[in-house]
């Protein structure tokens, strides 16, 4: 057994792989990696991590804050981010791939990506996250779904650290949601716009790519799946509502769920 950063990884040999994946459960980013992960048909290891607790494991693993993080302890790498794990994934199981191997394609692919994760996903979680806080027994409640008990109890012992370090830390006020929201919904007019000159049912060319796979990932959390992590039963703030009707009928909305349903098994 090796050690990663004083961290024990127990991974299952699969087929000469040795993968685990630190990751939250109700993260769009960690859905992307895991989304990749199921699509290449590799089995990993899953260490779902503590909300706000994750950030000493993604220091501890990679010097990083965030997750996903992928561990492959065949080849003892590190790989902290969803493109990058993505990237590697293919590297190591190039088929099915996710980048086109044509390069101008592939830039494409990249591009369309970025939209998504540099300038879709981090406003719209602002602003999800904005929405939530004001709730915190039920931002603690969704947070727990999936857990250990042991890390239920250290979640709600730090709940009332968490909240307003997160207030603080992420800029989680209701000022400054409109600002979030309209970034956010820019840059689904930017995929919009994209779907709309596109000839096929793709992002990207005639084929299933990361393009995709990061819309259907980033995106489906305010589509409100059935059996996605993000699914909510009962009623969400009034704003929240609003923003989820515009994702639900706009062009990237509409594509994220057929992605979702076509090719999230
Ligand atoms: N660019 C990163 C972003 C990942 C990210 O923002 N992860 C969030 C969870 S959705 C996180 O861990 N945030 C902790 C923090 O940044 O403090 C990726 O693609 O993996």
Redesign the pocket.
Known sequence: MRQYGGVEVIAYETGGLMLTLYH?RI????E?ARWALDYKGLEYTSRLLTPGF??AT?RRLAGT????ILVDSDSDQVI????EILHYLDHIRPDPPLFPRDAVAATTVAEVEDVL?SEWA?NA?AFAYCCMIQSPEELRQRWAEGLRWHQRLALGLAMPLLVPAMRRGRRLTPDMMPGYREAALAALGRINERLATGETEFLVGNEFTAADLAAGALIAPFLNIPGSPWATEGTVPEQMSTFREEVVDSAAGRHAAAIWAAHRH
């Open positions: 939250l993260s769009h980013f960690c992307k994750h950030i993604a804050r965030s997750v996903p902290p981010d969803s493109t994760d981090p979680s």
